[in-house]
């Protein structure tokens, strides 16, 4: 069964400081991988995706992330970190190219210091 | 804005009791969703719909059920509530063309269920 592990249930940064945000999931076929952030109170907000084509890609505040099939990863950075990024991040794949079967991990909460 | 009301936002409620969450769209998307989220676990699908009576299952559909008697709602009916579904639940549309195709599931802001 697909599966998606997200290391690291809480990371804490500096303002200032590269975010790095680890994704890996478990899948036989080409997977669709999604970046999702969410707010306190809110709903969950797409950062990013990776569909087909370039493995690198960015999405909204500052954002990237690079698709590497032969780790089967998906980790989400920013080369600088800023307060407003304090959020809890969600990876997700869809192993169907749609969104019926999309399955989310655990969730990282990101927390940055002054 | 992708014009997604949730209700209530938020319901305390006892065990054994039925309880209804609506979700309501404006803008006549086809895919709808019901998320759940829970600490550890991340959003987990409960059901989700692809037009007006069509509805299927998640991976946690069980104690759970739908309807979609028209476009604009989404309705998730606990018929007999339980603590363990005590809980933050999510309604999410499509919104882009089908699933498989490019696209973005946009987000109610939630409603919190919590069952004595």
């Known amino acids: 069964a697909q599966s998606v592990t997200q290391l690291g249930s809480h990371v804490s940064v500096s303002e200032g400081a590269l975010v790095l945000l680890r994704c890996n999931y478990s899948?036989?076929?080409?997977?669709?991988l999604f970046w999702y952030v969410q707010y306190p109170n809110q709903g969950l907000q797409l950062l990013l995706k990776?569909?087909?084509?370039?493995?690198l890609v960015k999405g909204i505040n500052g954002f990237e992330a690079e698709f590497k099939k032969s780790e089967t990863s998906f980790h989400l950075t920013k080369p600088s970190a800023h307060m407003s990024d304090a959020a809890e991040y969600f990876c997700?794949?869809?192993?169907?190219?749609?969104?019926?079967?999309?399955?989310f991990g655990a969730g990282t909460r990101l927390a940055v210091h002054p | 804005d992708a014009g997604i009301t949730q209700s209530p936002r938020h319901k305390v409620t006892e065990t054994g009791t039925p309880v209804t969450l609506r979700c309501h769209q404006t803008?006549?998307?086809?895919?709808m969703y019901w998320y759940r989220q829970d600490p550890g676990h991340g959003l987990r699908l409960i059901h989700y719909s692809y037009g007006v009576k069509d509805t299927d299952k998640g991976e946690v559909s069980d104690g759970y059920s739908v309807s979609r008697s028209k476009t604009e709602d989404f309705l998730l009916t606990l018929e007999s509530a339980t603590s363990s579904q005590t809980s933050v639940y999510f309604c999410a549309i499509f919104s882009g063309g089908r699933p498989g195709q490019t696209g973005e599931l946009f987000f109610g802001e939630g409603s919190r269920l919590t069952v004595l």
């Open positions: 997700a794949v869809s192993l169907t190219g749609g969104y019926n079967k999309l399955i």
């Open positions: 990776y569909t087909t084509g370039a493995t």
């Open positions: 803008e006549n998307h086809r895919y």
């Open positions: 899948s036989s076929v080409p997977p669709y």
